[in-house]
């Protein structure tokens, strides 16, 4: 079976991330699906409204660390040309014009955090764990989480996470607006798909324009920094701090930044 699931049904499109047995870590395969299931989503005027879900006991454990490793030892980096899966991924979806809902239970890791950021409603199981451990890994934000960590954190609870890139729990994400609601993790793919229903109800070009009205003035900021973070990114990705963390996760050992 895929490892990522689309599922379009009563106006409302499901992305399943469906790869347990690596934590629903996202491969280069799985952001160009997702990609294409945003675009075709986008286009589709019978689509009103897109939920993300993993399963009760994993939403993602982000990036794909050997697929990092990978393309840090070839030295072909993940620059953003807009081309490459995961900005492909990205741009649709910090661009998307239709309610975007995530459902989100146990660990939410890199940009299985950052992608909640372009979501307009987030539901949470009280087993949700997020955390960005980009520093942790020689690299630094992307999705421009730089930019709206802070701006819904405020700067020292954002330096907090991004800097330590410790794991914070539901509760903690619920006080801070990142998710709006937590519930037992049994029920939150359902509560999140009986919101979707209740949005694609709702006439279309009214959800499209509030979204827009919502994040006017802010579209071009947010392309912008995801532009700045992916040059970094790249560079970064390059580094002997990211082969090493890549390396050791992979190697299951500790890394050793004392040369870096
Ligand atoms: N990339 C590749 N493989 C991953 C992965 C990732 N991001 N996250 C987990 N896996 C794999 C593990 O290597 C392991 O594979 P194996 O069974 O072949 O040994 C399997 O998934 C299970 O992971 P494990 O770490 O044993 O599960 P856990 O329940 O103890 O911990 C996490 C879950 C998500 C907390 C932990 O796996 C983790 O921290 N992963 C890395 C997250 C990360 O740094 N992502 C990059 C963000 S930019």
Known sequence: MSDIL??????????????????????????????????????????????????????????????????????????????????????????????????????????????????????????????????????????????????MLGYHRAAEALLLGEPFMAEAALEVGLVNRVVPPAECNALAQAQARKLAAKPLSALIETKRLMKAGQAAQVRARMDEEGASFARLMGGPAAREAFSAFMEKRKPDFSRC
């Open 6 to 151: 689309v599922h379009t049904e009563a106006g409302v499109c499901t992305i399943t991330f469906n790869r347990a047995d690596k934590k629903n870590s996202l491969t280069e395969a799985m952001y160009a699906a997702m990609a294409g299931a945003l675009e075709a989503a986008r286009d589709d005027a019978a689509v009103r409204c897109v939920v993300f879900q993993g399963d009760m006991a994993i939403f993602s454990a982000g990036n794909d660390i050997g697929d990092f490793l990978q393309q840090s030892a070839q030295g072909t980096p993940q620059g953003d040309d807009g081309q490459r899966p995961v900005w492909r991924f990205l741009h649709t979806l910090a661009a998307f014009p239709k309610p975007l809902i995530a459902a989100v239970c146990g660990p939410a890791v890199g940009i299985g955090t950052t992608l909640l950021l372009h979501c307009d409603l987030v539901y949470a199981g009280d087993n949700a764990a997020f955390s960005l451990p980009f520093v942790n890994l020689g690299l630094c934000p992307e999705a421009a989480s730089s930019l709206l960590l802070p701006q």
